[in-house]
């Protein structure tokens, strides 16, 4: 009886106990619930939050760059005396425009959308998108004009750019201005006198998808400040109403979007469960059994619920850790095996300042700290893993309290090395050159400018501007792989000759620069230069092909040209300039008298390209004998120049400035259409030569250059000859072969012109299909002082007869000479006194008199 007294009492004593229980398990379920949810939300709130910070950053950086870019380049041309002259009063708009000084190629090439010179009284010159306007440039500007001059005028150093935003038709755009002043050594210039240089750089669509691709950012665009969004990474233009945005990818919303669904269905279906678990407990409260199976569920879903929390920790990139207060690591989670490669057994115990490290900040003091602010806190620290690879993280911390005391600390550490890698990697390709990795333009600015900091109490500094000859034949030939292996090849022994105290760096294309520190005496300078030129010339070998290059070298001295970067820079280029007139591979210093050569040759270049326009070229002709000196085979065609202020030239005064900056192209299928045009009204089937420039080989289509004309003219193939020189070979062996069997193919005669003066003339007879060959005049005027020269010239003779070959000397000036000639049974003779060269009009008589078996009429010497 007091057994079923007991029973019935049972269920009645353990209902509210089970109740109570059950109560405890939901309040646990929600709060672990709530924490694994907190826990996400924080994780994905921080990585959306170092999404932003980071695409503002290199938005800003991307912006900061073009800025600093368009500064340097209104720079060069504003500090120039040539356009202070020709702009700071009345612009010369030929000299601007029609010559493209300050024309259309800053559009089209450099991408100014506008280009404005002002004074405090009106706009004097504008361009708008490559085309000159007449007007104001404030109607298209909404920047002030006059605050604008101030700025500029205002300035302790009239050379500084100044920078602004603006609005240029409305829309943004980046406005870089300078002072025109001349940087020659004339008195200093009243700086209210002077003119401003304006260039606008409109922020479109194309350039900004540039910048997105360039600085990593995604859909660089702009939008009004009213329209920007809340949390929205946004760079302002400021005075413009625009600020520059970048799309975020947004990597915390992702994570969540990824792990909340499967997250949430899970958590539903446990609730369901646990709710049908609750009702089956209470109706069944009454029996132990019933109340014990429930509190085993409610135990099972507790531990289910922490299991996915322990997931959803485990899923990120972080690793936790606890040290005591002696900072001593006691607890570190699964995480911090995967990322490290170690296991957590091995730093149990040990002080966490033996496992991570900062270069900044003592750990322990940082930690320390941490305990008098009980606030959580980041430090970057660096660790080196299982494999010893150093990886950078972001470490959190904060207390571990209990009563008021610090029993230790907790925390997180966020591996963020790629991160890092990526930050430094834009940091090195906005200083650096990306094919070779050398230093470009705007490292070696902010270089010189440290450099230079103390001006004359800096070290002296030899600025050595180098350019590669005969680069740009290899590229066109054999491609940018070639043209790339090339700049590799001397960026390497560039910096072999160079100290670890002297800077190398490539300004673009195939120019370099060196900075020698501490190097001043010319003695020294030019015993580097004839190391540096043996090194550069030294055979490339590429793809089995065997390359040759050279160099010339400018080279200016701070001691000497002062302690300004740009002038430093200015100076070295016009004396390369220099080296190059001088023939190449060599070096030359800078003089002050070089700025009028420099003057000349850019103007004897703008007069060249207004002569191909104006048609100012004349052909004259020269005569080719038989060794008897009486009949002409052939006529050899010369071009002159008829200079309107300057005369009649020869080749020699602008063949060389034509060739360097690629005129020879039109200039030399001009020479062959009017050669053989002009062919056509000789009597007979008379032979023309013309000469093949080097330079004109290389970059042109020579095979569809022959054939135009020769169609065009309608001479016969037969008739036409061409003079080639030893170099055309050099350049490019298996090329040049190809070409010439070509030009083989459409029936015109190859002559060897100058032959005996290169080092391997007689392997190139072995191997081009040559007709003929030439012996160089300098053989010739020898021949009768008792030198080897005769000799010489009776091998060649005696060479070409045996290969089958035409042998022509030129040069023939004596009647002694051609005496020599006659004996050793060379086959045609040329030279002043059989004939001088003549024009068109006067060479008929003479073609006349030879068909008519009369003497020449030439100029005898």
């Known amino acids: 009886m007091d057994l079923t007294a007991i029973t019935t009492a049972a269920p009645a004593r353990h209902t509210p106990i089970t109740r109570n229980l059950m109560l405890v398990i939901g309040l646990l379920f929600v709060v672990g ?11 994905a709130a921080r990585l959306d939050a170092q999404d932003l910070s980071k695409t503002t950053f290199y938005t800003q950086r991307a912006l900061e760059n073009r800025i600093t870019a368009s500064k340097n380049y209104i720079a060069s041309y504003a500090n120039w005396t040539t356009a202070y002259d020709h702009l700071n009063d009345k612009v010369d708009v030929q000299w601007a425009y029609v010559d493209q000084n300050v024309g259309k190629t800053l559009f089209t090439i450099d991408h100014y959308d506008g280009v404005f010179v002002i004074d405090r009284q009106r706009t004097k010159y504008a361009i708008v998108r490559g085309l000159q306007v007449q007007g104001e440039a404030t109607a298209y500007l909404s920047t002030s004009m006059a605050s604008l001059i101030e700025e500029v005028q205002s300035q302790e150093s009239l050379i500084e750019p100044v ?43 194309e350039k900004l998808n540039t910048l997105s691709a360039d600085y990593g950012l995604n859909d660089l665009s702009l939008t009004a400040d009213d329209g920007i969004v809340p949390g929205q990474p946004a760079v302002a233009l400021t005075g413009t109403g625009y600020s520059l945005v970048s799309r975020l990818e947004r990597p915390g919303h992702q994570l969540l979007w990824s792990l909340l669904p499967p997250l949430g269905g899970a958590l539903l279906i446990l609730a369901l469960l646990t709710a049908y678990f609750f009702r089956y407990v209470l109706r069944t409260s009454g029996h132990v059994d019933a109340s014990y199976t429930s509190l085993d569920l409610s135990n099972q879903a507790l531990e289910a619920s922490e299991e996915r929390f322990r997931a959803v920790a485990e899923a990120a990139s972080d690793w936790i850790w606890e040290i005591d207060d002696q900072h001593c690591i006691t607890y570190l989670s699964g995480r911090f095996s995967t990322v490290t490669g170690f296991s957590d057994q091995q730093w149990l115990g040990q002080n966490i300042g033996q496992l991570l490290n ?20 980041h430090l970057r620290c660096s660790y080196r893993d299982q494999s010893g690879q150093q990886r950078v993280c972001r470490v959190s911390a904060r207390p571990i309290q209990r009563k008021g005391a610090v029993l230790g600390f907790r925390g997180t550490a966020s591996d963020i090395t790629d991160e890092v890698a990526a930050h430094a990697q834009i940091q090195h390709l906005s200083l650096h050159d990306a094919l070779t990795g050398l230093p470009n333009r705007n490292k070696l600015a902010r270089y010189l400018e440290d450099a230079l900091a103390l001006k004359e109490q800096s070290a002296a500094l030899t600025l050595l501007m180098i350019d590669l000859d005969n680069f740009k034949p290899i590229n066109d030939s054999l491609g940018h792989p070639a043209g790339d292996a090339v700049l590799l090849e001397v960026a390497i022994r560039l910096r072999e000759c160079t100290r670890d105290i002297d800077l190398v760096a490539r300004l673009g294309g195939d120019e370099f620069v060196l900075v020698l520190h501490g190097m001043d005496s010319h003695a020294e300078i030019d015993r580097f230069c004839e190391r540096l030129l043996d090194s550069l010339h030294q055979p490339i070998n590429y793809d089995h092909h065997t390359l040759h290059i050279g160099a010339s070298i400018g080279i200016a001295l701070s001691r000497r040209q002062g302690h300004l970067p740009e002038e430093l820079i200015r100076c070295a280029d016009i004396a390369l300039y220099q080296a190059k007139s001088n023939g190449k591979k060599t070096w030359c210093y800078f003089a002050a008298h070089m700025n009028d050569q420099i003057q000349h040759r850019r103007q004897l270049e703008s007069d060249l390209r207004q002569a191909i326009k104006n048609n100012e070229f004349v052909m004259h002709y020269q005569p080719r004998y038989h060794v008897d000196g009486k009949q002409i085979v052939s006529v050899e065609a010369l071009l002159r120049w008829q200079h309107p ?6 080749p020699d005064a602008f063949i060389p400035l034509a060739e360097q900056t690629d005129l020879i192209v039109p200039l030399g299928r001009w020479v062959l259409r009017e050669a053989c045009e002009t062919a056509l009204t000789w009597p007979g089937a008379m032979m023309v030569s013309v000469n093949l420039s080097p330079v004109q080989f290389a970059r042109s289509d020579v095979i569809e250059d022959v054939r135009e004309a020769l169609i065009q003219s309608r001479l016969p193939a037969s008739r036409l000859e061409l003079e080639i020189t030893e170099n055309v070979m050099l350049i490019d062996v298996d090329g040049a072969l190809a070409t010439m069997n070509a030009l083989k193919e459409l029936g015109v005669r190859l002559n060897m012109d100058d032959f005996g003066t290169g080092y391997s003339s007689l392997g190139y007879l072995r191997t081009y299909p040559f007709d003929g060959i030439k012996i160089d005049k300098r053989f010739i005027a020898s021949m009768s002082n008792g030198s080897n020269d005769r000799a010489v010239v009776q091998a060649i003779i005696n060479l070409g007869k045996a290969m089958g070959l035409t042998v022509t000397a030129e040069g023939v000036e ?42 020449p009429q030439g100029t005898h010497l």
Not at 33 to 43: P, Q
Not at 645 to 650: D, P, R
Request: with cysteine; net charge negative.
């Open 33 to 43: 619930v709530l924490i694994a949810l907190m826990a996400l939300f924080s994780i």
């Open 163 to 205: 920078s602004r935003y603006t609005l240029f038709e409305g829309k943004p755009a980046l406005l870089t201005a300078a002072a025109i002043v001349p940087n020659d050594e004339r008195p200093a210039v009243d700086p209210k006198s002077t003119s401003v240089l304006i260039y606008v750089d409109q922020l479109n669509p």
């Open 358 to 377: 900062c270069d900044t900040t003592p750990l322990s003091l940082w930690l320390n700290k941490l305990d008098e602010e009980q606030a959580v806190s």
């Open 645 to 650: 202020v300057q005369g009649l030239l020869n």
């Open 814 to 855: 004596t009647l002694e000479q051609l005496d020599f000639l006659i004996s050793d049974q060379c086959h045609e003779v040329q030279g002043f006194y059989l004939s001088r060269p003549v024009d068109k009009y006067a060479l008929l008589p003479l073609l006349k008199a030879s068909r008519d078996d009369f003497p």
